[in-house]
């Protein structure tokens, strides 16, 4: 539904557009750019999910977009600005009428945003994972909103989505790919009522961004991100595993799997949620559904410049392929990796390097205790935390979040001592259960001189491992020597070397069992 166009919007849009350097049409605003500042009026519709028919209601949603969009881009949004006619048209300030409203921005640089860097091959794992840690960190910091992650809430936010897209089929979506992922969805609300009733006991339902895409992530002094979903809680608010899957979405759809898959892991590593892979495939499918829809909508105003219609056509046909496309399991089989080794050995610089190089979450079991026992990951722990019953939970729960993420489909990292047999073995069953392959990498470094010197550096800055000289002491006495688990691959590396190198090492070694780079396995 829509208010349309009419002789006043009509004078309005012609009369900003001869101020403007540049003027651009969303499904909800039109944006005019003029040197340093951006204008944003929202459009008069009512498309059913925003209301933007009246001046009163515009007036409202900008200052929302003004209020949610400081809390991520505190530098860009400026305010709300009326919007006047007078004998000379409409005009931003100055005198006159009121009778509009618009949002101030500061323009930002267009080769600083996400997607010009992809397209140009600018965009990087490490620009991603400065992003996921400020998004791990905003959400975390986030209010709770538990109701709006109910299954009767995301039930109904489903049938909606495929109702307005129904208007479609036939032409933007074929019958096939509509059934197939209402199916998908649908079945998996049902079939994991469980997973979806567990992420909202765990607190995963906050108030977020609800819009994560690349155009609106700039990579600036620090990740900045933009133009958030001002006009509907539903949208905004929701599972912090929808949130990431938005952009991981988005960066599959640019045939960028290895930057989706190692932006995701990395997210899950900054805010110790492994379970987000429970529910990661439904909210992929979920989110391409939603940008199909949206590119929908424009592509069927006929308010929208010709141009703009086509290619909205052919974004919203891909969106709804892509949708299908999360409801396949991947070809290849996941693999557990497990990475041990002395206190001090360089583990967890080794275990890092394989979740940056196969864009795998790392879970790591310094991280775990602390989460454990209720403590930020640089928080020192008590001797407590290391007696035996303590040491087995954190265990127990390393192998729970490895579970979780291979049963997604996907391949995972565990960083530990795993300084006796069980817990490799454990390792191992937990591949062994689901189909996956095993790995037992194992960090060594002879030399005790630089193991004490890893230690000592740790005293002097903020770290998540609380080891001590007197550990390393205690553990070089009680170390049960690896051994391959289970038959599985057994992998030493010398890691008194460069970490790069010792990394490439141990993907060199991995390789005969299938382990694969992510980069190598992209589709150019």
Same mark, same amino acid.
């Given at each position: 539904?829509?208010?349309?166009?009419? #002789?006043?919007?009509?004078?309005?849009?012609?009369?900003?557009?001869?101020?403007?350097?540049?003027?651009?049409?969303?499904?909800? =605003? +039109?944006?005019? /750019?003029?040197?340093? #500042?951006? +204008?944003?009026?929202? !459009?008069?519709?009512?498309?059913?999910?925003?209301?933007? =028919?009246?001046?009163?209601?515009?007036?409202? +949603?900008?200052? %929302? %977009?003004?209020?949610?969009?400081?809390?991520?881009? &505190?530098?860009?949004?400026?305010?709300?600005?009326?919007?006047?006619?007078?004998?000379?048209?409409?005009?931003?300030? $100055? #005198?006159?009428?009121?009778v509009d409203w618009a949002v101030h921005m500061r323009r930002l640089p267009d080769e600083a945003a996400a997607s010009s860097l992809l397209a140009r091959g600018a965009l990087d794992a490490d620009a991603l994972a400065s992003l996921a840690d400020v998004m791990a960190t905003f959400l975390e910091a986030a209010?709770?909103?538990?109701?709006?992650?109910?299954?009767?809430?995301?039930?109904?936010?489903?049938?909606?989505?495929?109702?307005?897209?129904?208007?479609?089929? @036939?032409?933007?979506?074929? &019958?096939?790919?509509?059934?197939?992922? !209402?199916?998908?969805?649908?079945?998996?609300?049902?079939?994991?009522?469980?997973?979806?009733?567990?992420?909202v006991a765990a607190r995963r339902i906050r108030e977020g961004h609800g819009d994560l895409r690349l155009e609106h992530v700039y990579f600036l002094?620090? &990740?900045?991100? /933009?133009?958030? /979903? %001002?006009?509907? %809680?539903?949208?905004?608010?929701?599972?912090?595993?929808?949130e990431v899957a938005f952009l991981a979405m988005e960066l599959e759809a640019a045939r960028r799997p290895d930057l989706a898959a190692g932006f995701v892991a990395r997210f899950a590593e900054a805010s110790n949620d492994f379970h987000l892979y429970g529910v990661l495939d439904f909210y992929l499918s979920y989110r391409a559904w939603v940008r199909g829809k949206v590119a929908a909508f424009?592509? @069927? #105003?006929?308010?929208?410049?010709?141009?703009?219609r086509r290619d909205k056509r052919q974004e919203a046909a891909r969106n709804f392929a892509l949708a299908r496309s999360?409801?396949?399991?991947?070809l290849d089989p996941p693999v557990?990796?497990?990475?041990? $080794?002395?206190?001090?050995?360089?583990? =967890?610089?080794?275990?890092a390097g394989l979740g940056r190089h196969l864009a795998a979450p790392v879970v790591s079991s310094d991280r775990v205790r602390k989460a454990l026992a209720g403590l930020a990951p640089t928080d020192r722990g008590s001797a407590a935390l290391y007696e035996p019953a303590a040491v087995d939970r954190v265990y127990s729960q390393l192998m729970a979040d490895a579970a979780t993420v291979v049963d997604s489909g996907r391949s995972v990292i565990l960083d530990a001592t795993f300084s006796t047999g069980r817990w490799r073995d454990a390792a191992a069953q937990v591949a062994r259960d689901r189909g996956a392959r095993f790995a037992l990498v194992e960090a060594r470094c002879a030399d005790r001189g630089i193991l004490r010197a890893r230690l000592a550096s740790r005293r002097h800055a903020a770290s998540v491992s609380d080891a001590t000289d007197e550990q390393l002491a205690s553990l070089e006495h009680s170390f049960e020597p690896f051994a391959a688990a289970g038959g599985a691959a057994h992998v030493a590396i010398d890691?008194?070397?460069?970490?790069?190198?010792?990394?490439?090492?141990?993907?060199?070694?991995?390789?005969?069992?299938?382990?694969?780079?992510?980069?190598?396995?992209c589709v150019s």
């Open positions: 539904m829509s208010a349309g166009m009419n #002789d006043e919007t009509d004078a309005l849009v012609r009369d900003l557009q001869r101020g403007a350097a540049e003027m651009r049409t969303t499904h909800a =605003s +039109w944006v005019f /750019i003029a040197g340093d #500042d951006v +204008w944003k009026v929202k !459009r008069p519709v009512d498309l059913g999910f925003l209301d933007f =028919s009246t001046p009163d209601a515009r007036r409202h +949603w900008c200052d %929302e %977009e003004v209020r949610l969009n400081r809390r991520l881009a &505190p530098e860009v949004y400026l305010g709300v600005e009326p919007v006047r006619r007078d004998a000379g048209g409409h005009c931003i300030g $100055g #005198d006159g009428t009121v209010p709770v909103r538990s109701e709006l992650g109910s299954l009767d809430v995301l039930g109904a936010n489903v049938a909606e989505n495929f109702a307005q897209v129904e208007p479609f089929v @036939g032409d933007l979506v074929d &019958p096939g790919t509509f059934a197939e992922v !209402r199916a998908f969805q649908t079945g998996e609300l049902e079939r994991h009522a469980d997973v979806f009733r567990a992420r002094r620090q &990740p900045t991100v /933009i133009d958030c /979903i %001002e006009f509907n %809680e539903r949208f905004r608010c929701g599972d912090v595993a929808s424009v592509a @069927g #105003d006929a308010a929208a410049r010709t141009a703009v999360f409801a396949g399991r991947a557990v990796i497990a990475v041990g $080794g002395l206190i001090g050995s360089g583990k =967890s610089t080794l275990a890691t008194a070397r460069a970490p790069d190198a010792a990394v490439a090492m141990a993907l060199a070694a991995l390789r005969p069992i299938g382990v694969v780079a992510a980069a190598d396995r």
